[in-house]
Protein backbone atom coordinates (compact mmCIF):
# COMPACT_ATOMS: atom_id res chain seq x y z
CA UNK A 1 0.00 0.00 0.00
CA UNK A 2 2.58 2.62 0.83
CA UNK A 3 4.83 1.44 -2.29
CA UNK A 4 1.21 2.34 -4.41
CA UNK A 5 0.80 5.46 -2.73
CA UNK A 6 4.56 6.59 -3.04
CA UNK A 7 3.77 5.67 -7.00
CA UNK A 8 0.72 7.37 -7.30
CA UNK A 9 2.05 10.77 -5.23
CA UNK A 10 5.59 10.57 -7.98
CA UNK A 11 2.75 10.26 -10.79
CA UNK A 12 0.30 13.20 -9.71
CA UNK A 13 3.94 15.26 -8.88
CA UNK A 14 4.70 15.14 -12.50
CA UNK A 15 1.50 15.76 -13.47
CA UNK A 16 1.38 18.65 -11.94
CA UNK A 17 4.81 19.82 -13.19
CA UNK A 18 3.89 19.13 -16.83
CA UNK A 19 0.82 21.05 -16.31
CA UNK A 20 3.15 24.24 -14.64
CA UNK A 21 4.99 23.88 -17.98
CA UNK A 22 7.99 22.55 -16.55
CA UNK A 23 9.14 19.75 -19.25
CA UNK A 24 9.20 15.89 -18.02
CA UNK A 25 12.91 14.24 -17.80
CA UNK A 26 13.83 12.80 -21.01
CA UNK A 27 13.94 8.77 -20.81
CA UNK A 28 17.47 7.69 -21.95
CA UNK A 29 17.12 5.42 -25.38
CA UNK A 30 19.01 2.52 -24.70
CA UNK A 31 18.35 0.73 -27.91
CA UNK A 32 21.35 -0.05 -29.86
CA UNK A 33 21.88 2.15 -33.39
CA UNK A 34 21.69 -0.37 -36.65
CA UNK A 35 24.79 1.32 -38.76
CA UNK A 36 24.37 -0.16 -42.58
CA UNK A 37 27.45 -1.33 -44.48
CA UNK A 38 26.06 -1.28 -47.87
CA UNK A 39 28.94 -3.39 -48.82
CA UNK A 40 30.53 -6.94 -47.71
CA UNK A 41 32.77 -7.60 -44.55
CA UNK A 42 36.88 -6.88 -45.01
CA UNK A 43 37.10 -4.04 -47.24
CA UNK A 44 37.87 -0.19 -46.33
CA UNK A 45 34.82 0.87 -45.71
CA UNK A 46 33.19 -1.55 -43.44
CA UNK A 47 36.64 -1.66 -41.68
CA UNK A 48 36.41 2.00 -40.97
CA UNK A 49 32.85 1.72 -39.97
CA UNK A 50 33.40 -1.05 -36.77
CA UNK A 51 36.29 1.14 -35.77
CA UNK A 52 33.49 4.40 -35.77
CA UNK A 53 31.29 2.32 -33.78
CA UNK A 54 33.89 1.40 -31.47
CA UNK A 55 34.54 5.25 -30.90
CA UNK A 56 31.10 6.68 -30.27
CA UNK A 57 30.12 3.54 -28.05
CA UNK A 58 31.01 5.75 -24.63
CA UNK A 59 28.49 8.82 -26.54
CA UNK A 60 26.08 7.05 -27.99
CA UNK A 61 25.97 3.67 -26.51
CA UNK A 62 26.10 0.29 -28.81
CA UNK A 63 26.55 0.50 -32.57
CA UNK A 64 25.49 -2.41 -34.32
CA UNK A 65 27.49 -2.88 -37.56
CA UNK A 66 25.05 -4.56 -40.36
CA UNK A 67 26.38 -5.73 -43.94
CA UNK A 68 24.12 -4.91 -46.49
CA UNK A 69 26.05 -5.54 -50.13
CA UNK A 70 24.39 -6.15 -53.25
CA UNK A 71 23.67 -4.22 -56.21
CA UNK A 72 26.61 -1.92 -56.00
CA UNK A 73 25.70 -1.05 -52.75
CA UNK A 74 21.98 -0.12 -53.25
CA UNK A 75 20.55 -3.04 -51.86
CA UNK A 76 22.18 -1.26 -48.53
CA UNK A 77 21.72 2.32 -49.21
CA UNK A 78 17.84 1.26 -49.89
CA UNK A 79 17.75 -0.10 -46.39
CA UNK A 80 18.96 3.29 -44.88
CA UNK A 81 16.50 5.68 -47.17
CA UNK A 82 13.20 3.63 -45.74
CA UNK A 83 14.10 3.35 -42.55
CA UNK A 84 12.33 5.11 -39.88
CA UNK A 85 13.80 8.54 -39.13
CA UNK A 86 14.33 8.15 -35.46
CA UNK A 87 18.17 8.06 -35.09
CA UNK A 88 18.55 4.10 -34.70
CA UNK A 89 18.89 3.61 -38.11
CA UNK A 90 21.83 5.25 -40.00
CA UNK A 91 24.18 4.18 -42.71
CA UNK A 92 27.50 4.40 -45.28
CA UNK A 93 26.92 7.04 -48.08
CA UNK A 94 30.14 6.06 -50.78
CA UNK A 95 30.79 7.30 -54.14
CA UNK A 96 29.11 4.53 -55.82
CA UNK A 97 25.72 4.94 -53.56
CA UNK A 98 25.44 8.42 -53.87
CA UNK A 99 27.35 9.96 -57.61
CA UNK A 100 27.85 6.81 -59.80
CA UNK A 101 25.16 4.25 -59.62
CA UNK A 102 22.02 7.21 -60.06
CA UNK A 103 23.34 7.52 -63.39
CA UNK A 104 24.82 4.19 -63.66
CA UNK A 105 21.79 2.12 -62.73
CA UNK A 106 18.40 2.78 -65.36
CA UNK A 107 16.26 2.08 -62.76
CA UNK A 108 17.28 3.15 -59.10
CA UNK A 109 15.18 2.05 -55.27
CA UNK A 110 15.87 5.00 -53.50
CA UNK A 111 16.53 8.88 -54.85
CA UNK A 112 20.53 9.89 -53.51
CA UNK A 113 19.35 13.30 -53.74
CA UNK A 114 15.99 13.60 -51.73
CA UNK A 115 15.81 10.22 -49.30
CA UNK A 116 19.07 11.11 -47.05
CA UNK A 117 19.68 13.63 -44.40
CA UNK A 118 23.79 14.23 -44.22
CA UNK A 119 25.45 13.46 -41.11
CA UNK A 120 29.28 13.76 -41.83
CA UNK A 121 31.74 12.48 -43.92
CA UNK A 122 34.13 10.12 -42.92
CA UNK A 123 37.10 9.15 -45.31
CA UNK A 124 38.57 9.58 -48.97
CA UNK A 125 41.02 7.43 -50.21
CA UNK A 126 43.19 7.90 -53.30
CA UNK A 127 43.19 6.18 -56.50
CA UNK A 128 46.23 5.51 -58.16
CA UNK A 129 46.94 5.03 -61.74
CA UNK A 130 49.49 1.75 -61.26
CA UNK A 131 51.31 -0.37 -63.79
CA UNK A 132 53.21 -3.67 -63.30
CA UNK A 133 57.01 -2.35 -62.28
CA UNK A 134 58.47 -4.48 -64.90
CA UNK A 135 56.65 -4.01 -67.58
CA UNK A 136 56.50 0.15 -67.14
CA UNK A 137 60.93 -0.68 -67.25
CA UNK A 138 60.72 -2.47 -70.29
CA UNK A 139 58.55 0.06 -71.78
CA UNK A 140 60.35 2.80 -70.72
CA UNK A 141 57.53 4.41 -68.93
CA UNK A 142 58.48 6.08 -65.53
CA UNK A 143 56.05 8.67 -65.12
CA UNK A 144 52.45 9.59 -66.28
CA UNK A 145 53.85 11.76 -69.50
CA UNK A 146 55.65 8.69 -70.45
CA UNK A 147 52.56 6.62 -70.33
CA UNK A 148 50.82 9.18 -72.48
CA UNK A 149 53.13 9.88 -75.20
CA UNK A 150 53.44 5.77 -75.11
CA UNK A 151 50.15 5.93 -76.02
CA UNK A 152 49.88 8.01 -78.25
CA UNK A 153 52.94 6.91 -80.66
CA UNK A 154 51.41 2.77 -80.24
CA UNK A 155 47.69 3.73 -80.51
CA UNK A 156 45.50 0.95 -79.74
CA UNK A 157 48.46 -0.88 -78.42
CA UNK A 158 47.45 -0.23 -74.82
CA UNK A 159 44.13 -1.95 -72.25
CA UNK A 160 43.88 -1.56 -68.89
CA UNK A 161 41.56 -2.97 -66.08
CA UNK A 162 39.55 -2.03 -63.65
CA UNK A 163 36.75 -4.33 -61.05
CA UNK A 164 33.84 -4.03 -63.70
CA UNK A 165 31.88 -1.63 -65.83
CA UNK A 166 31.02 1.59 -63.79
CA UNK A 167 33.21 0.84 -61.29
CA UNK A 168 35.68 3.53 -59.82
CA UNK A 169 38.89 2.10 -61.75
CA UNK A 170 36.66 2.22 -65.40
CA UNK A 171 35.27 5.57 -64.75
CA UNK A 172 39.28 7.40 -63.70
CA UNK A 173 40.48 5.45 -66.85
CA UNK A 174 38.03 6.83 -69.10
CA UNK A 175 37.64 10.31 -67.82
CA UNK A 176 41.92 9.74 -68.55
CA UNK A 177 41.18 8.96 -71.76
CA UNK A 178 39.31 11.54 -72.22
CA UNK A 179 41.57 14.15 -70.88
CA UNK A 180 44.77 13.04 -72.28
CA UNK A 181 43.41 12.36 -75.66
CA UNK A 182 44.78 8.71 -75.87
CA UNK A 183 43.23 5.68 -76.51
CA UNK A 184 43.01 2.31 -74.23
CA UNK A 185 40.90 -0.74 -74.40
CA UNK A 186 38.66 -1.32 -70.90
CA UNK A 187 39.15 -5.23 -69.71
CA UNK A 188 36.14 -5.14 -67.14
CA UNK A 189 37.34 -7.93 -64.07
CA UNK A 190 34.90 -9.06 -61.50
CA UNK A 191 36.19 -7.35 -58.71
CA UNK A 192 39.38 -4.96 -57.51
CA UNK A 193 41.54 -7.95 -57.00
CA UNK A 194 41.06 -9.85 -59.83
CA UNK A 195 41.93 -6.57 -61.62
CA UNK A 196 44.51 -5.97 -59.78
CA UNK A 197 46.05 -9.65 -60.31
CA UNK A 198 46.26 -9.56 -63.90
CA UNK A 199 48.04 -6.49 -63.80
CA UNK A 200 50.70 -8.08 -61.89
CA UNK A 201 50.32 -11.12 -64.46
CA UNK A 202 50.92 -8.64 -67.52
CA UNK A 203 47.49 -9.86 -68.62
CA UNK A 204 46.53 -5.26 -68.66
CA UNK A 205 49.09 -2.88 -69.39
CA UNK A 206 47.78 -0.21 -66.13
CA UNK A 207 45.13 0.19 -63.44
CA UNK A 208 43.25 2.49 -61.71
CA UNK A 209 43.55 1.16 -58.34
CA UNK A 210 41.90 2.27 -54.79
CA UNK A 211 45.66 3.48 -53.02
CA UNK A 212 44.54 0.74 -50.18
CA UNK A 213 44.69 -2.14 -52.46
CA UNK A 214 47.56 -1.37 -54.53
CA UNK A 215 49.76 0.01 -51.50
CA UNK A 216 50.75 -3.60 -50.64
CA UNK A 217 52.31 -4.19 -53.99
CA UNK A 218 53.60 -0.78 -54.56
CA UNK A 219 55.80 -0.78 -51.46
CA UNK A 220 57.33 -4.71 -52.31
CA UNK A 221 58.29 -2.75 -56.03
CA UNK A 222 55.60 -4.86 -57.76
CA UNK A 223 53.66 -2.11 -58.96
CA UNK A 224 54.98 1.29 -59.69
CA UNK A 225 52.95 4.16 -59.24
CA UNK A 226 52.71 7.16 -61.99
CA UNK A 227 49.99 9.38 -60.04
CA UNK A 228 47.36 9.81 -57.72
CA UNK A 229 43.69 10.61 -58.66
CA UNK A 230 43.07 13.35 -56.05
CA UNK A 231 43.35 17.18 -56.63
CA UNK A 232 46.48 17.04 -53.82
CA UNK A 233 49.05 14.41 -53.80
CA UNK A 234 48.64 12.31 -51.17
CA UNK A 235 50.62 12.42 -48.03
CA UNK A 236 50.49 8.26 -47.91
CA UNK A 237 53.02 8.60 -51.49
CA UNK A 238 54.11 12.04 -50.93
CA UNK A 239 56.63 11.51 -54.11
CA UNK A 240 54.13 10.26 -56.36
CA UNK A 241 52.48 13.57 -58.47
CA UNK A 242 48.98 13.92 -59.05
CA UNK A 243 47.05 12.82 -62.36
CA UNK A 244 46.30 16.99 -62.39
CA UNK A 245 49.84 17.91 -62.41
CA UNK A 246 49.68 16.74 -66.04
CA UNK A 247 46.20 16.89 -66.91
CA UNK A 248 44.65 20.18 -65.20
CA UNK A 249 41.17 19.30 -63.70
CA UNK A 250 41.51 15.64 -63.15
CA UNK A 251 40.38 14.34 -59.70
CA UNK A 252 38.40 11.01 -58.68
CA UNK A 253 38.42 9.40 -55.44
CA UNK A 254 36.98 7.61 -53.43
CA UNK A 255 35.02 8.69 -50.34
CA UNK A 256 32.16 8.02 -48.18
CA UNK A 257 30.49 9.42 -45.04
CA UNK A 258 27.21 8.80 -42.93
CA UNK A 259 23.95 9.55 -43.48
CA UNK A 260 20.52 8.67 -42.11
CA UNK A 261 16.85 8.56 -43.76
CA UNK A 262 15.01 12.21 -44.39
CA UNK A 263 12.96 13.53 -42.05
CA UNK A 264 15.26 12.32 -39.13
CA UNK A 265 14.81 15.73 -36.77
CA UNK A 266 17.57 18.25 -36.52
CA UNK A 267 18.58 17.69 -32.93
CA UNK A 268 19.37 13.81 -33.59
CA UNK A 269 21.04 14.80 -36.37
CA UNK A 270 23.51 17.13 -34.63
CA UNK A 271 24.23 14.55 -32.11
CA UNK A 272 24.94 11.82 -34.15
CA UNK A 273 27.59 14.49 -36.01
CA UNK A 274 28.87 15.67 -32.75
CA UNK A 275 29.67 11.63 -32.00
CA UNK A 276 30.84 10.89 -35.03
CA UNK A 277 32.69 13.87 -35.17
CA UNK A 278 34.75 13.80 -32.21
CA UNK A 279 35.16 10.09 -32.83
CA UNK A 280 36.91 11.03 -36.46
CA UNK A 281 39.39 13.78 -34.70
CA UNK A 282 40.44 11.09 -32.27
CA UNK A 283 44.25 10.19 -32.06
CA UNK A 284 43.69 6.60 -31.87
CA UNK A 285 40.47 7.26 -35.15
CA UNK A 286 43.25 8.43 -37.32
CA UNK A 287 45.98 5.93 -36.53
CA UNK A 288 43.59 3.42 -37.15
CA UNK A 289 42.80 4.69 -40.16
CA UNK A 290 46.12 5.17 -41.59
CA UNK A 291 46.57 1.59 -41.81
CA UNK A 292 44.01 1.49 -44.11
CA UNK A 293 45.49 4.37 -46.20
CA UNK A 294 41.91 6.26 -45.40
CA UNK A 295 42.14 10.00 -44.71
CA UNK A 296 39.84 10.94 -42.20
CA UNK A 297 37.93 14.13 -43.22
CA UNK A 298 34.87 15.15 -40.71
CA UNK A 299 32.55 17.86 -41.79
CA UNK A 300 29.43 19.38 -40.95
CA UNK A 301 25.83 18.05 -41.96
CA UNK A 302 25.30 21.22 -43.96
CA UNK A 303 28.94 20.49 -45.92
CA UNK A 304 28.91 17.15 -46.37
CA UNK A 305 25.21 17.38 -47.86
CA UNK A 306 27.17 20.10 -50.28
CA UNK A 307 29.60 18.16 -50.98
CA UNK A 308 27.31 15.04 -52.10
CA UNK A 309 25.49 16.98 -54.40
CA UNK A 310 28.54 18.57 -55.97
CA UNK A 311 29.68 15.20 -56.64
CA UNK A 312 26.17 14.27 -58.06
CA UNK A 313 26.41 16.10 -60.66
CA UNK A 314 29.96 15.85 -61.54
CA UNK A 315 29.34 11.95 -61.99
CA UNK A 316 26.58 12.61 -64.22
CA UNK A 317 29.08 13.88 -66.66
CA UNK A 318 31.66 11.24 -66.00
CA UNK A 319 29.67 8.02 -66.16
CA UNK A 320 27.88 9.64 -69.47
CA UNK A 321 31.26 9.45 -70.84
CA UNK A 322 32.11 5.86 -69.89
CA UNK A 323 29.29 5.10 -71.92
CA UNK A 324 28.67 2.05 -68.77
CA UNK A 325 25.20 1.23 -68.15
CA UNK A 326 23.87 -1.43 -65.73
CA UNK A 327 20.27 -2.60 -66.02
Same mark, same amino acid.
Do not use: C
Given at each position: ????? $??????????? $????????????????????????????????????????? #? =??????? #?????? /???? /?????????????? %? /???????????? !???????????? #???????????????????????????? @????????????????????? /? +?????????????????????? %???????????????????????????? @??????????????????? +??? $????????? =???????? =? !? !????????????????????????????? =???????????????????????????????????????????
Amino acid at each position: MQRRH $LLASAAAGAAS $LATAGFPLPAVADTRPIRLVVPYAPGGPLDATARILATGVK #D =TLGVVIV #DNKPGA /GGNI /GADAVAKAAPDGLT %I /GLAATATHAVNP !WLYRSMPYDAAR #DFAPVTQIARVPNVLVMNAEAAKRLKIA @SLPDLIAYAKSHPGKLNYGSG /G +SGSAGHLAGELFKSQAKVFAVH %IPFNGGSPAQLALLAEQVDFNFDNLATA @SPNIRAGKLKALAVTTPAR +SPM $LPDVPTVAE =TLPGFAID =T !W !WGLVAPAQTPPDTIARLNQAFVAALNSAD =TRSRFATLLAEPVPSTPEAFGRFMKQELARYQQVVKASGAQVD
